[in-house]
C-alpha cells in the first residue's frame, strides 16, 4: 500500500471543530461495530494504513507502549487498517481495554475521514493513502489532526496531547451539560403509587432491545447489555391517565423547547431496573434501527426514589448522572447518547414513553417490512 497522496485524487478534509463521521465497521470481537457508540470519551483514531511497513508499525507499537493512556473511560485508541494482511498474518491486534483496531478493508472509515481518496476502490490493490491522527471530544467532534511526520514525532505529540487533555463534562471553566427538559410533578404521587401497584400486581418480563440482523430488526436479549423488566398497560382507564399527563404537561414544554408538534405516543409500560437483577442499560440511542427510526423524544418519569444507583446519564456531554425526583421527567432527543446506571440497592420503577408526529408516523408504516415477524406490524390508527 501506498500513503503517498496523489494530486489525481480528491480527499475529505476534517478539521477542529468538525462532526466526526459516523460509520459501522467490522473489528476483532464485533461482526459490525457503530462508531457512535464510542462517545461518551475522548477518542484517538489513528489511520495507520498498513503495519506492514516501518511507517504503520511504528504508530500501532506508539499506541501500545502508551496503553496507559487509554482506559475505556476517558480516552479510547482506535486504529484503522486497510491491509487485509493486519489481520490474516495477526500483526495488528486488540488489547483491552483501550486499544482497538477497525478492519476498513472496503474503505468505508477511511473515505469518510479523508485518509483514503473519495474515489477509492478496495479492488485496487495500491492506493494513495494519507496517515494520521485525530483526537475527538465526548461528541465526538474534532478536536486536533496530527499528519504523520516523516521523523515520527507526530507520535509523541499526540500523547503529549492527549495526557493534557481535561476531565470529561469540562470545556475551558464550563461544566457540559446534555441538551435536556425536565419537568417536575409530570405524575402525581397517587398516580405513581397506582403504577407501582399495577406492576406489583401483573409482575415484569424481561425486556431486550432492537438490533439489525440479516436485514432485519429483531429483538434481542443481552444482559451485559441490559437488565430491565417491563410491564405493558392493559387498563384503558390507566392509559388515558397516563396519556393526558403526557398531552398537558411534557407536550407544550416540547412544543416551546424544540418547536416539535407531538402528536403520537408509543408504549404505555412500567419498567423496573431491580438490584438483586443488577438492572442497567449501557450506553445506547433510541433511534438506530428501521423499528425505532420514527421515534423522536423519549420521557423518562421516576415513579419512586427508593432506590440506589439507577441514575440516567448522557455521556456524550459527561459522566454525571440525574436522579429525578418521584413524578418528575427528562425528557430528550431519541439520538442521545444515554445510559441508566447500575442499580444498587432497592428497584426504581419509571414510566417510558416515546414521543413523534405524522411525518414519523408515516416512517414508522414503511418501515414494517423491515420488522422480525414477532414485533407484529404497526397501524397507523
Not at 80 to 101: C, I, K
Not at 118 to 130: L, V
Not at 272 to 294: I, L, Q, S, V
Request: some cysteine; proline content about 6%; glycine content about 6%.
Amino acid at each position: 500500500m501506498s500513503a503517498a497522496a496523489n494530486t489525481s485524487k480528491t480527499y475529505i478534509h476534517l478539521t477542529s471543530g468538525d462532526p466526526a463521521p459516523w460509520f459501522a465497521q467490522r473489528t476483532p470481537n464485533q461482526p459490525l461495530f457503530a462508531f457512535d457508540k464510542a462517545a461518551g470519551r475522548y477518542v484517538v483514531l489513528c489511520f495507520f494504513i498498513t503495519a506492514g511497513d516501518s511507517v504503520g508499525k511504528a504508530a500501532w507499537d506508539a499506541a501500545f507502549a502508551n496503553h496507559s493512556l487509554f482506559d475505556d473511560v476517558k480516552t479510547s485508541f482506535y486504529g484503522v487498517s486497510l491491509d487485509p494482511a493486519d489481520e490474516t498474518a495477526r500483526r495488528v491486534q486488540e488489547s483491552m481495554p483501550g486499544l482497538h483496531v477497525f478492519w476498513d478493508f472496503n474503505g468505508t472509515a477511511s473515505r469518510l475521514y479523508g485518509s483514503a481518496p473519495r474515489e477509492y476502490d478496495e479492488k485496487e490493490g495500491q492506493i494513495a493513502a494519507r496517515r494520521f491522527w485525530l483526537v475527538l471530544d465526548p461528541m465526538l467532534r474534532v478536536l486536533k489532526v496530527f499528519p504523520f511526520a516523516a521523523d515520527g514525532s507526530d507520535r509523541q505529540a499526540v500523547f503529549r496531547y492527549v495526557e493534557a487533555l481535561p476531565p470529561l463534562g469540562v470545556h475551558g471553566d464550563i461544566e457540559l451539560r446534555a441538551p435536556v427538559l425536565f419537568l417536575p410533578d409530570v405524575f402525581e404521587p397517587e398516580l405513581c403509587r397506582k403504577l407501582i401497584a399495577t406492576y406489583e400486581t401483573h409482575g415484569g418480563a424481561e425486556s431486550g432491545f432492537m438490533r439489525e440482523q440479516g436485514g432485519k430488526t429483531v429483538l434481542v436479549t443481552d444482559y451485559e447489555h441490559k437488565r430491565r423488566k417491563d410491564y405493558t398497560i392493559e387498563d384503558p382507564a390507566l392509559i388515558e391517565q397516563t396519556r393526558a399527563c403526557i398531552r398537558r404537561r411534557v407536550v407544550p414544554e416540547i412544543a416551546r423547547a424544540y418547536q416539535f408538534a407531538v402528536t403520537r405516543m408509543e408504549r404505555f409500560i412500567v419498567a423496573c431496573y431491580a438490584a438483586e437483577d443488577g438492572g442497567h442499560f449501557r450506553a445506547h440511542r433510541d433511534n438506530t434501527t428501521k423499528a425505532t427510526e420514527h421515534r423522536r423524544f423519549a420521557v423518562s418519569i421516576n415513579l419512586n426514589d427508593e432506590f440506589d444507583g439507577g441514575k440516567i446519564c448522557f455521556p456524550e456531554y459527561g459522566p454525571k448522572g440525574f436522579k429525578p425526583p418521584t413524578g418528575a421527567a427528562v425528557v430528550f432527543s431519541c439520538s442521545l447518547l444515554h445510559a441508566v446506571h447500575p442499580v444498587t440497592r432497592g428497584r426504581r420503577f419509571a414510566f417510558l414513553p416515546f414521543l413523534y408526529d405524522e411525518a414519523a408516523a408515516e416512517i414508522r408504516v414503511r418501515n414494517n417490512e423491515f420488522l422480525d415477524p414477532a414485533l407484529g406490524q404497526y397501524r397507523n390508527a
